[in-house]
Structures are given as structure tokens and as C-alpha cells.
């Protein structure tokens, strides 16, 4: 009878994953969590892909940091070529929180320069993470190619993973200040700003960014 419990207990709480109330799917992760189980890590991955509440994806992605690496990272990477989006972008996430540096080959330009802006926001910030040491300057590189893309949000989490890989970014920032694109100039020189002081905000280094390049473009043209 025991034998049977612990056969059917796992089940029944993923079966929580699929019910309709987000705090039952909530509810179920934690359990899936608090109790890891490797019968758990398919399943977590595949809601993870499909999951609409940001709150219960944030608890998904605690779940299987709380099992083994050695199951969960080699999943997560062959999720990194499924074709929906929100499937790649989860993995990424979660392989930024499990910090297992064996899934940085998995971390490619594509996925860096991915077309869409949250799965390539996600991609950032798990290079950053699992990049090896001497590796920088080539992402530096990568990173800053793309400065100018996207709305607020994505230009921040771009400015944020640049920072973060710190003083390798120097050469690609220089470089972009002198780009013949003025929003990529002033997402360098923002970047550039945010780096020298981390509480000024990201609307206010831009717009400091603005009067900077537009200053620069009056004493050329004058």
C-alpha cells in the first residue's frame, strides 16, 4: 500500500499544473519544489513553455533549480530549439538560476540575437551568468552590436547585461559611441552613464544620452 502512495503521489500533484486556477498551479509547483522528484523536471519544463501567469512561471523555474543539475540542464538546452517562443526564453531563464556553466556552448548568437525581444532579453542575462572567463570580450561584442534594439525595456536589460560583464565591455561601448546610428550612440553613451552611476535610471541616462549625441551632431555640422 505505502508502495502505491509513493508511486501515485508524484502524479497527482503535477496533475496540479494543468488545473485551471493559477493558485492551484502555483500550489503544485511549490509542492513539485519543496519535494523534488526527477518524475517532476519533463513536466515542469513543458508548463513552463505554456504557463500565462509570471507568477507561477517565476515558482516553475524555482522547481527545478531545486533538482539536479545534472537532469534538468541538458532538458533546458534541448528546449533552447523549440520553436515557440516563450519554451526558449523560459529555458534560458531558468538556466541563468541554475548557474550550471556546461550549458554555455548552448548559449548561441542566434539565441543572443534571437528576433524576438524576450527570448533574446533572456538569452543576455544567462550569457552573462555562464560565460567563462575570457570569453567576455567576444560577448561584449555580440551585445553591443545591438545597441539601439527595442523599446525601453529591452535597451535597459541590454545596458544592465553590458554593465554587468564589466570593464570587457569598455572597447564595444567605445566603439558604439562613434556609430553612425544616433540611437545606438545614445543607448552607448546611456550605458556608459548607467555604468558610472547605477542610480541615476535608465529614462534619465538616455535623455542625458539624447543632449550628448545631439550636441555632438550641432559642432560637426557647425
Do not use: C
Not at 177 to 193: L, N, W
Amino acid at each position: 500500500m505505502t508502495m502505491r502512495q509513493e508511486d501515485t503521489n508524484p502524479m497527482r500533484a503535477l496533475q496540479g499544473l494543468e488545473n485551471r486556477g493559477s493558485s492551484v498551479r502555483l500550489q503544485a509547483a511549490l509542492a513539485a519544489g519543496t519535494t523534488p522528484d526527477p518524475r517532476f523536471v519533463d513536466k515542469l519544463i513543458e508548463r513552463s513553455a505554456i504557463e500565462p501567469e509570471f507568477y507561477v512561471r517565476d515558482m516553475l523555474t524555482w522547481a527545478l533549480t531545486r533538482h539536479s543539475s545534472s537532469m534538468t540542464v541538458p532538458r533546458l538546452i534541448d528546449e533552447l530549439r523549440a520553436e515557440r517562443t516563450q519554451a526558449r526564453s523560459q529555458a534560458l531563464h531558468t538556466l541563468s538560476k541554475i548557474g550550471d556553466r556546461r550549458a554555455w556552448p548552448a548559449i548561441t548568437r542566434a539565441l543572443l540575437t534571437d528576433p524576438d525581444d524576450e527570448v533574446a532579453r533572456s538569452a543576455w542575462r544567462a550569457a552573462v551568468v555562464l560565460v567563462p572567463e575570457g570569453e567576455e570580450p567576444v560577448l561584449a561584442g555580440v551585445l553591443a552590436a545591438q545597441l539601439g534594439r527595442g523599446g525601453r525595456e529591452t535597451r535597459s536589460s541590454l545596458s544592465r547585461a553590458l554593465i554587468a560583464l564589466g570593464e570587457p565591455s569598455t572597447p564595444a561601448l567605445r566603439a558604439a559611441m562613434t556609430d553612425p546610428d544616433p540611437r545606438v550612440r545614445q543607448h552607448a553613451f546611456a550605458t556608459e552613464r548607467l555604468w558610472r552611476d547605477p542610480d541615476a535610471g535608465f529614462e534619465s541616462a538616455i535623455e542625458e544620452a539624447k543632449r550628448v549625441v545631439a550636441l555632438g551632431a550641432a559642432s560637426q555640422e557647425g
